[in-house]
């Protein structure tokens, strides 16, 4: 393993031990057993390895959370619905593994207030996102996933995660589980609610 694959593995648990805000270069340059210097060299910056360390293990969670809805007993054929409550039970799962992880993505956040290339850089991960998750509730690929089912779809499923972590986060005996989420969209869909979105079966 060469100095830039230790800065990220030192950086991925700098991020799930102390967090994106109080991580500083020493604790990855202690946690990987480089130097300062190799920081500079191959990312530029502490908050650049930071971001790619969180990249990666934001893919690394997706990962997981693919192969935890491919081991689910849902029909190839089956609703979107039915998928995506698969999905959205799949990630309950995950959150409390990972917890660190979705603390840091709120913490770096702010940061691209200050930053343009960090916003441009996470803008470019949100849409890689939205066409991940397209793919799994339409069950395709996501060389399948056209620009309209990305933006639907995907950015459906991002905005029920995204407010399901946060709730999860302040107050995990109440948050909704996948079940909550699926009735209140039928109770405001009603019918609809396996049609409104591109690719429904």
């Known amino acids: 393993m060469g100095h830039r694959d230790e800065l990220l593995a030192g950086a991925k648990r700098c991020l799930y031990e102390r967090g994106y805000a109080h991580t500083t270069a020493r604790d990855i340059v202690a946690a990987s057993g480089t130097n300062l210097a190799s920081i500079g060299y191959h990312f530029?910056?502490?908050?650049?390895?930071?971001?790619?360390?969180?990249?990666e293990a934001m893919n690394d969670w997706a990962v997981e959370l693919s192969r935890a809805?491919?081991?689910?007993?849902?029909?190839?054929?089956?609703?979107?619905?039915?998928?995506?409550?698969?999905?959205?039970?799949?990630?309950?799962?995950?959150?409390?593994?990972h917890r660190p992880l979705w603390v840091a993505?709120?913490?770096?956040?702010?940061?691209?207030?200050?930053?343009?290339?960090?916003?441009?850089?996470i803008a470019a991960a949100y849409e890689e996102g939205r066409r991940g998750l397209a793919a799994l509730l339409l069950n395709v690929t996501e060389e399948q996933v056209g620009e309209e089912e990305m933006r639907?779809?995907?950015s459906l499923f991002f905005v029920l995660i995204s407010?399901?972590?946060?709730?999860?986060?302040?107050?995990?005996?109440?948050?909704?589980?996948?079940?909550?989420l699926m009735r209140a969209m039928r109770m405001t869909l009603g019918n609809q609610v396996t049609h409104a979105i591109p690719g429904a079966q």
């Open 44 to 55: 530029g910056s502490k908050e650049a390895l930071l971001f790619a360390a969180m990249s």
């Open 105 to 121: 993505t709120y913490e770096i956040l702010p940061q691209i207030e200050r930053s343009p290339e960090l916003r441009a850089q």
């Open 152 to 154: 639907t779809v995907g």
């Open 69 to 97: 809805i491919a081991t689910t007993k849902v029909d190839q054929d089956a609703a979107m619905s039915q998928r995506l409550e698969s999905a959205v039970t799949r990630l309950v799962d995950t959150l409390a593994k």
């Open 163 to 180: 407010g399901l972590i946060t709730q999860w986060l302040v107050d995990p005996q109440r948050a909704p589980n996948a079940d909550d």
